[in-house]
């Protein structure tokens, strides 16, 4: 009787759970896999007017894959996506580390909290407002550093219309918005660390630096590899909306990317089939790219799944 009894708690339990899962399960049904339909496209000499069923077949299937491989602009995107996403990582992930780590050392509560309010309420901010605070900054006729640069005799600098400059720049503008907001959860992991370590460091006299290499990052290696194995899945996106924002044709050679290029060829240029194949293309990629890290990072124990 007693476990006929556990066995309905059980059951009432779990149907308790299915019922809350049920929105997640819905979402993503209607917004990640449902869309996946339209992987079709790819294949089909896609017409608007006859939808993805009754559009025709390409011929070979491969048809707009081997297209994009053969455009001479092919290398160029792919150099630009990969050089601007890694660029990204590193830098986000190692100010956002580095801030967490300083928030932690600091003692002072309010200004530990005043230092962590300030540096991620950027995240909030949308990428036109920060777009409006480079060109105040950053512009060449107008912005507070060139004009500075102009009242002392000096040559003014292209920043956002110079290749160099305007790399470093889409480093800079995403640091600052969204390194704050990635400290958070470094700051969490840190909270987790046993104190008791850092008091046997100091006893055995670790210098403060010491006990961060020895204590800290240590303890939060499994943090940070997850992190890492999250963000190389995004390694082909480079950040579209930052980019389509902020560049222009004169860095194009610099900053245009796989995602602005499917934006002009797919909406401006009609070209949806090809779009979508490469589109496709920097999925499957990606995905390669989160099971090989995660399956490396097998070896130190620290992976995803």
Known sequence: MKDLVERKRIKSHQIQLLLLAVPGILFFAAFS???MYGILIAFKNFQIKKGILK????????KYFKQFFENPYCKQLLTNTVVISVGKIVFN???SLSLA???SELK???LKKSVQTITYLPHFL?????????YALFSESSGLINVALRSAGKPTIPFLTSDGSF?????????WKEAGWGAIIYLAAIAGIDPGLYEAAAVDGASRWQRIWRVTLPSIRPTIIVMLILKLGTVMNAGFDQIYILYNSQVYASSDIIDTWVYRIGLEQLNYSLATAVGLFKSVISTILVLSVNKIARKWE????
């Open 167 to 175: 790399r470093m720049l889409l480093y800079f503008s995403d640091v």
């Open 108 to 110: 002072v509560k309010w």
């Open 126 to 134: 949308s990428w036109v407002i920060v777009y409006g605070i480079i």
């Open 93 to 95: 992930m190692f100010f």
């Open 302 to 305: 620290e992976s995803l799944w």
């Open 55 to 62: 559009s025709p077949w390409a011929d070979p299937w491969y």
């Open 33 to 35: 896999y449902f869309p």
């Open 101 to 103: 780590i300083v928030l």
